[in-house]
Structures are given as C-alpha cells and as structure tokens.
C-alpha cells in the first residue's frame, strides 16, 4: 500500500510453506523494513494512534494542535510520563511543544529537558535511549542529566528532506527500564509523523504569506491606480479648460493670447485693449507688479 509493506501471517510457522490438504498457507517471517511495520508488530494500539495522526495530517493547518495530538498519542503508546518536541530555530532547539500525563503544557519546558541529550541527537542524528540515565556512562558528564533527576528516557531526531530539524523528547523520572527497543522504534514513527506536519504547516505558512503578499501589492496597484486616473481626470479636465479658453478667445478677440494661460475676467479685458493697439504704429508702455506677465504682454504685442 504505497510504499508500505503489510505481512499477513497465519499459524506459527517460520519460513514459507503450503498445506494444500488444510488450504491453509504459513508466511515466513521477516524482519520488518519500515517504521509503519514496527509500529504494526507493536500492536494494534499503536497502529491505531499512528493512523489517528495520519488522519489528522489531512485535516488539521494548526501545528500546534496537530503536535499537540502527536505528542497525546506518544505518551498514550510509550507510556512516556513527559513529551516534548524541540526545533532548530536561530541555530538552537526551542521547546515548540511540551504535554504531561494530564495533557497539560509543562511549565518552563525549556528548563525541563537535558540539553546535552537533545544537542547530541540533533549532532549525531542518531536516537538515544537510556534505560537509568543516571546510571549511564554515556551521560556521566551531563550536568542536566543528574541536576534533572533523570532516568529512563527516549530521544530520536525529526528528519525532514534529509536535514534535521529538531528532536522528539519523552522521559520517565520515576521508573527505571521504561522503555525498550521497540519502544524507541515506535517513537521513531512518531517523530516521521511530527516531521511532516512540521512540513506541512511550513508549506501552508508559506502559501498564506505570499497570498498575503500578492494581496498586498494588488491593494497597493489599485491604490495606484486609482491615484493615476484621478490625475489624468485632473489633466483631462485643466486640458478641457485650457481647449475652451482658447476657442473663446478665437471668437472673442482677433489675435491669438493663446500663449498666456489665465481665467481672470481683467486679463480678458487687456487681451481687448489688446485688439486694438496692436494694429496701430504708437509706442506701447506695459505697466504692472513683479510678475504680474508684462513680459508675456510684451511679446504678444510683438508676435
């Protein structure tokens, strides 16, 4: 099924044979090849919870309550009496997701896992399991191990497209042994789950912030827009008032003023004192403030 193998066996036989007689058929055992297989030998229950998390993967866009569900089934199938689940963020692990046996968020998560164990893990990419971690050589010089009381623990990394992105964490302070091999192979499964909705909610984040972007500038384009028609109805209506001014000057006066913009009645009436001195040989002296358009008078006269 996909890329999954599933083993169906019937009696206790080893090996591969047929009894055609009782038509019954005995497969061979095998060791299993993926992580859904483990999951499989480790009883229905824990195939159970894998496939609750598969369906929640389809269905669920919010990370946290779809690790929240990952991590409630870790502890349900493992028997973990704490989870927690670290991403590399700025070049450390932070605590994204934390769960106790009541389903509660543990209270400065951050404080409560050994770092030394989650940065060796996320180092070597390999899983740790520790049956009394006080009692383990390996950690004898991880002050968070005996400063934390610790004793069976499981640690494996979270892999996603070939790069570790975090650790999924669970622990028993209490009991020693709680865990075995097929524990941690289990957990593993679990930690494949996790890193896909860590992938699949990325990808939504992604998407959601670019239709957010394109939202943006599409708001921004039409804002634009809307500013450059107003300045074109702008022009339009100065380039309308400016055709207008000259067809009445064309009609009103016999020389063409087009050269001099103005709507004021008393530039109308230069323009006809204009009309009538402009045939004649007498001197003209144009009189006016600074900047009033003598200049512009000057040469009209003379044009």
Same mark, same amino acid.
């Given at each position: 099924?996909?890329?999954?193998?599933?083993?169906?066996?019937?009696?206790?036989?080893?090996?591969?044979?047929? /009894?055609?007689?009782?038509?019954?058929?005995?497969?061979? %055992?095998?060791?299993?090849?993926?992580?859904?297989?483990?999951?499989?030998?480790?009883?229905a229950g824990a195939w159970?919870?894998?496939?609750?998390?598969?369906?929640?993967?389809?269905?669920?866009?919010?990370?946290?309550?779809?690790?929240?569900?990952?991590?409630?089934?870790?502890?349900?199938?493992?028997?973990?009496?704490?989870?927690?689940? +670290?991403?590399?963020?700025?070049?450390?692990?932070?605590?994204?997701?934390?769960?106790?046996?009541?389903g509660e968020p543990i209270?400065?998560? #951050? +404080?409560?896992?050994?770092?030394?164990?989650?940065?060796?893990?996320?180092?070597?990419?390999? *899983?740790?399991?520790?049956?009394?971690?006080?009692?383990?050589?390996?950690?004898?010089?991880?002050?968070?191990?005996?400063?934390?009381?610790?004793?069976?623990?499981?640690?494996? *990394?979270?892999?996603?497209?070939?790069?570790?992105?975090?650790?999924?964490?669970? /622990?028993?302070?209490?009991?020693?042994?709680?865990? /075995?091999?097929?524990?941690?192979?289990?957990?593993?499964?679990?930690? /494949?789950?996790?890193?896909?909705?860590?992938?699949?909610?990325?990808?939504?984040?992604?998407?959601?912030?670019?239709?957010?972007?394109?939202?943006?500038?599409?708001?921004?384009?039409?804002?634009?827009?809307?500013?450059?028609?107003?300045?074109?109805?702008?022009?339009?209506? #100065?380039?309308?008032?400016?055709?207008?001014?000259?067809?009445?000057?064309?009609?009103?006066?016999?020389?063409?003023?087009?050269?001099?913009?103005?709507?004021? *009645?008393?530039?109308?009436?230069?323009?006809?004192? %204009?009309?009538?001195?402009?045939?004649? #040989?007498? *001197?003209?002296?144009?009189?006016?403030?600074?900047?009033?358009?003598?200049?512009?008078?000057?040469?009209?006269?003379?044009?």
């Open positions: 099924v996909g890329p999954f193998v599933l083993i169906f066996t019937a009696g206790d036989g080893e090996g591969t044979s047929s /009894d055609t007689a009782a038509g019954k058929t005995a497969v061979g %055992l095998r060791e299993p090849e993926t992580r859904f297989e483990v999951a499989l030998e480790g009883g159970e919870k894998l496939v609750e998390v598969n369906r929640a993967l389809v269905s669920e866009l919010n990370l946290k309550r779809l690790l929240h569900l990952v991590m409630a089934k870790v502890l349900d199938v493992v028997g973990a009496e704490r989870a927690f689940l +670290l991403l590399k963020e700025k070049g450390r692990l932070v605590t994204l997701v934390s769960r106790d046996l009541d209270h400065k998560a #951050d +404080l409560k896992v050994s770092r030394n164990i989650a940065g060796t893990v996320m180092r070597t990419e390999r *899983p740790v399991l520790a049956h009394d971690a006080q009692e383990d050589e390996r950690f004898r010089d991880f002050l968070s191990v005996h400063g934390l009381k610790l004793r069976s623990l499981m640690c494996v *990394p979270l892999k996603l497209s070939g790069e570790t992105i975090g650790v999924l964490y669970v /622990d028993n302070r209490w009991e020693r042994g709680a865990f /075995d091999e097929e524990d941690l192979r289990i957990l593993e499964s679990f930690a /494949d789950q996790a890193a896909i909705a860590v992938r699949n909610a990325r990808l939504f984040e992604e998407n959601e912030a670019r239709r957010r972007q394109i939202q943006t500038a599409m708001r921004k384009a039409e804002e634009l827009n809307k500013k450059l028609q107003e300045v074109l109805a702008s022009k339009e209506r #100065d380039l309308q008032d400016a055709r207008r001014i000259i067809e009445e000057r064309a009609t009103r006066f016999r020389y063409d003023y087009s050269g001099i913009l103005t709507r004021s *009645p008393k530039m109308q009436a230069v323009f006809a004192t %204009l009309d009538r001195i402009i045939d004649s #040989d007498v *001197p003209v002296l144009v009189q006016g403030e600074s900047g009033t358009g003598k200049e512009l008078v000057a040469r009209a006269v003379h044009e």
